[in-house]
């Protein structure tokens, strides 16, 4: 999810780090660049404990949020 709202073209790479911001995301992984982007951009947070359970469906409710802050964002 994150990767496509990267891929629209919405927001410019605002984060060149190559580490990984949560403890389930490799710092390897494809998609780590639109993750910690959106990261940075404040649409995507994580969880609490935090992980980023890249695995695990996103909930209504969750894509509620991010939809919410893209809105939000992109609104200013």
Known sequence: MVQILYNAGLYSESSR????S???VPN???ALTAIETMRSERIVNGFQ????RL???I???Q???VLQNVYQKQNR
């Open 28 to 30: 390897n992984h494809w």
């Open 17 to 20: 780090n190559t580490k990984s």
């Open 55 to 57: 695995n695990e469906p």
């Open 49 to 52: 404990d935090g992980t980023f």
């Open 22 to 24: 949560f403890q389930d």
């Open 63 to 65: 894509m509620a949020v």
């Open 59 to 61: 909930t209504r409710a």
